[in-house]
């Protein structure tokens, strides 16, 4: 059952992404371009999921002893912020406004079967590797 719920949610998640234009990285930097062509809408978008997350918790999780399919909620171990959180937010924030897409518009842009979304994809994936090579090394 947990399969095909989370496939739903993924799919749900991708149309959203494509129905507020989240994935046209021209949308993206527009957004982000506040003393040139800016485009509010995507502040619009963010705020409606961020009302209706707030929402469906206040009402519904925050009132469940356990997760729909798992024993227990999995929280982080700690809530610290170190230079490696920093570190990584800063990345994925300058990657982001310099390529106008993050991970989760790019995987639903592959449907499109452009070039564009596939080279994307394949440097993430590489940089991820990259990374965990890295990190095994030190």
């Not at 800063?90 to 995987?107: D, E, K, M, N, Y």
């Not at 940089?127 to 890295?134: A, I, K, N, S």
Request: net charge positive.
């Amino acid at each position: 059952m947990q399969l095909p719920v989370a496939s739903l949610c993924g799919a749900l998640f991708a149309l959203g992404l494509v129905l507020a234009g989240m994935t046209q990285p021209q949308n993206i930097l527009n957004f982000l371009d506040l003393f040139g062509n800016w485009d509010w809408r995507l502040m619009l978008v963010m705020c409606g999921g961020i009302g209706v997350n707030a929402l469906v918790y206040w009402l519904w999780v925050r009132k469940r002893k356990t997760p729909f399919f798992a024993e227990k909620f999995a929280l982080p171990d700690r809530n610290s912020i170190d230079a490696r959180l920093t570190g990584g937010a800063v990345l994925f924030g300058v990657g982001w406004a310099l390529a106008g897409i993050c991970p989760g518009p790019a995987l639903t842009s592959l449907a499109s079967l452009q070039l564009e979304p596939l080279v994307f994809v394949i440097a993430m994936l590489a940089g991820m590797w990259l990374f965990r090579l890295v990190q095994s090394r030190l």
